[in-house]
């Protein structure tokens, strides 16, 4: 398909002011919800995580306990790489009181003083859940396995929710300095097993990423991911490996050279991203997620299906010489 400057420009900018605001009501929405739990955030203000994004957090305390937890906004909301089919606001409840943990080899939790841990991820969700049921109804709320949605209405949108531990990678420190972690969260999917994500370092790595391309490595990820829509509608059969945070990490791997050969001309720049990619397909499997630690493909099938993805968009994109 061939596409205008004019089209690139549109699919590439931010949806708007608004999404900042709808960032802010769904932290709003839990924090009502908790405190039914007697949780308070002692009259605190909803902090904005980092600048050049929509990311937000809040912090909460529980008066009959010594538990405390962060609200934290992320996934493409917070990170400004959402587009308008995107509507679900991701929204972490991190529990800090509690928390698991790597060590370098021979050092465990004991060189730290910490204790060990007596509330589990499990107890966590099914509170949450509870809560959210008794505040927005049954019909509203539906548990997934790793999360809980909460469905909106006329002034609410619709909320992802995920109940998790604080995660602390004490791996680097060689002097039990417990303030010395890179921090994540730890899920624990009803289905089984556990999941080590890093919001919080995906936020950050990517706010540099923009910085270092001049802005353009976000404005790239929405075309990418309005232009996979219009393949969609063309026909072409996307496999289900493909998803809104792959292809931000994706395209975050790129070499910052392709994003600023041609200053800010997005036809020609977001050529250069995918012939960047098309050439790269050998180190594909170097990648990392945004957050820059984890690998971005752990199993063949899920690489390859990277790789056809971005073939048949390379094949599909063309782009105008005129505007029009």
Sequence with gaps: MKYTENQLSHM??????????????????????????SYTDDGKEIQKYAEDSFAYSLNLRQKSTNKNITILVQGSYANKTNIPSESDVDVAII???????????????NDYGFSEGTFSIIE???EVEKVLYEHFGINFVERHDKSIKVYGNTYRVDADVV???RYRDYYKDLY??????????????????????????????????????KFNFKKCVRIAKSIREDMERFGYRISDKISSFGIESLIWNVDDLAFTKYSSILRFTFDEVLTFLVNDFDNFIHYT???????????????????????????FFEYSIQES
Excluded: W
């Design 12 to 37: 590439a900018s931010p949806i708007g002011k608004t999404e900042s605001e709808k960032c802010k009501n769904a932290i709003k929405m839990i924090r009502d919800a908790m405190k039914r739990l």
């Design 95 to 109: 529990l800090e009181s509690t928390f698991t943990s790597r060590y370098r080899e021979g050092a465990s939790r």
């Design 124 to 126: 966590l969700k099914d």
């Design 163 to 165: 109940p998790a531990y």
């Design 176 to 213: 039990n300095n417990k303030d010395n972690y890179t921090g994540g969260i730890e899920i624990k999917p009803d289905s089984g097993g556990s999941i080590i994500n890093y919001p919080e370092q995906h936020i950050k790595m990517g706010i540099e990423k923009n910085k270092a391309t």
């Design 289 to 315: 997620e945004v957050n820059g630690i984890k690998p971005l493909f752990t199993d063949l099938d899920t690489l390859q299906a990277y790789q056809n993805f971005i073939s048949e968009m390379k094949y």
